[in-house]
Nanobody
Framework: VQLVESGGGLVQPGGSLRLSCAAS????????MSWFRQAPGKARELVAR????????KYGDSVKGRFTISRDNAKNTLSLQMNSLKSEDTAVYYC???????????????WGQGTQVIVSS
């Protein structure tokens, strides 16, 4: 199983970034996918989650209206469009794959290595 994130980097406040996650080795098209993030000294938090048909989506309260999660099952790719970025969005962002759309982290789920996003002027 591989989840490889890309697209992180340094961006100014108010700017945009698009993260991607390339998945392989598991049934991506039948898996719920999520983005989590973890800032230094803070707990990991859910950013966004999408079910395998893209009909059910959930966002963390802090990113609602600014971030958009999407997926392309034909390309086994998960994306996160991040707009109006704030300094508090600075974190390592992780791609996460699960067998179900659920509100807890499953022990048998899949994680990427993470990509760093820094929002700073």
């Amino acid at each position: 199983v591989q989840l490889v994130e890309s697209g992180g980097g340094l961006v100014q406040p108010g700017g945009s970034l698009r993260l991607s996650c390339a998945a392989s080795g598991f049934p991506f098209s039948r898996s719920a996918m999520s983005w989590f993030r973890q800032a230094p000294g803070k707990a990991r938090e859910l950013v966004a989650r999408i079910d395998y048909t893209s009909t059910k989506v959930k966002y963390g309260d802090s990113v609602k209206g600014r971030f958009t999660i999407s997926r392309d099952n034909a390309k086994n790719t998960l994306s996160l469009q991040m707009n109006s970025l704030k300094s508090e969005d600075t974190a390592v962002y992780y791609c996460y794959g699960d067998h179900a759309f659920r509100d807890w982290v499953a022990p048998d789920a899949y994680w990427g290595q993470g990509t760093q996003v820094i929002v700073s002027s």
